[in-house]
């Protein structure tokens, strides 16, 4: 139980970040490839937190993953803003 608890608390430390680049990249380079990015994200971090229900070792593979996820949001969000504020 306390596993579930520590996941849970884990996944809304993420929640902002996850909103803000979500939003920006939405707004400022495309929204269905974002869209894409963020369902893909939102997945693997269900699947990160049936993997530690049944083992520690079991979220590894899902918390990589939605790592890789934040930083394409990252990456997204940044080449959208370029483009909007340097190319008129």
């Given at each position: ?26 707004i ?8 894409v ?52």
């Amino acid at each position: 139980f306390s596993s579930l608890v520590l996941t849970r608390a884990n996944c809304s430390e993420y929640f902002p970040i996850f909103i803000s680049l979500l939003w920006v990249a939405g707004i400022f380079f495309h929204q269905g490839v974002t869209a894409v990015c963020g369902l893909l994200y939102l997945y693997t971090r269900l699947r990160y937190f049936q993997g530690y229900a049944v083992a520690a070792q079991g979220r590894l593979g899902p918390l990589y993953a939605s790592a890789w996820l934040l930083w394409v949001l990252v990456g997204l969000a940044l080449a959208g803003l370029l483009a909007h504020f340097l190319w008129p």
